[in-house]
């Protein structure tokens, strides 16, 4: 009985997921001679406009910490597109009842999903060379992103995805 207590802790953190994150990127470009940045006038994100704003604060705010500044001509052109599906459960509990003896057998087997709802939301950054106009640099984050947060919340999970995306920008090339 004791353990049934740790059964709300299992489900709080199975319900909570981490920002995952894929990066590429061109290694022949010399990523120091980029300063500026906009983005696509004609960018589809596919988040709310409230969303979008947040994505782009939180992105203006990283950039301009790292040394790059928003310009009318940039040298860098943003795009982002996102999408929203269901991922497949990857945690669930058996329930087993069987018994044996004197060649008789049987069991019943039972799967229970654990955690809330698993959709999960993709957000893919593409960095575009304004003069060559060819893709440079790419980060795909998946994330357990909530439409029915609060303003605050989806504010902080926002900045979070922002954060871990461009912690490896500008890639050190080798």
């Not at 990066?23 to 979008?52: C, I, P, R, W």
């Given at each position: 009985?004791?353990?049934?207590?740790?059964?709300?802790?299992?489900?709080?953190?199975?319900?909570?997921?981490?920002?995952?994150?894929?990066?590429?990127?061109?290694?022949?470009?010399?990523?120091?001679?980029?300063?500026?940045?906009?983005?696509?006038?004609?960018?589809?994100?596919?988040?709310?406009?409230?969303?979008?704003?947040?994505?782009?604060?939180?992105?203006?705010?990283t950039?301009?910490?790292?040394?790059?500044?928003l310009?009318?001509?940039?040298?860098?052109?943003?795009?982002?597109?996102?999408?929203?599906?269901?991922?497949a459960?990857?945690?669930?509990?058996?329930?087993?009842?069987?018994?044996?003896?004197?060649?008789?057998?049987?069991?019943?087997?039972?799967?229970?999903?654990?955690?809330?709802?698993?959709?999960?939301?993709?957000?893919?950054?593409?960095?575009?060379?304004?003069?060559?106009?060819?893709?440079?640099?790419?980060?795909?984050?998946?994330?357990?992103?909530?439409?029915?947060a609060?303003?605050?919340?989806?504010?902080?999970?926002l900045?979070?995805?922002?954060?871990?995306?461009?912690?490896?920008?500008?890639?050190?090339?080798?």
């Amino acid at each position: 009985m004791r353990y049934l207590f740790f059964i709300p802790l299992i489900f709080v953190f199975l319900s909570c997921s981490a920002v995952r994150v894929n990066h590429d990127y061109d290694k022949a470009v010399d990523f120091s001679n980029y300063s500026t940045y906009n983005y696509y006038a004609d960018m589809k994100t596919g988040l709310s406009q409230l969303d979008e704003r947040r994505l782009l604060r939180a992105l203006d705010s990283t950039l301009k910490a790292r040394g790059y500044r928003l310009a009318e001509e940039p040298e860098l052109f943003i795009n982002i597109m996102s999408d929203e599906y269901r991922g497949a459960p990857n945690n669930n509990v058996g329930v087993g009842i069987g018994g044996t003896g004197r060649n008789v057998g049987g069991g019943i087997s039972v799967g229970l999903p654990l955690g809330g709802s698993n959709w999960k939301r993709s957000i893919q950054f593409d960095l575009v060379d304004a003069q060559r106009d060819a893709l440079v640099w790419q980060a795909t984050a998946e994330s357990g992103l909530r439409d029915n947060a609060s303003p605050s919340v989806r504010e902080e999970q926002l900045q979070a995805v922002v954060k871990k995306v461009f912690s490896k920008f500008p890639p050190k090339v080798k």
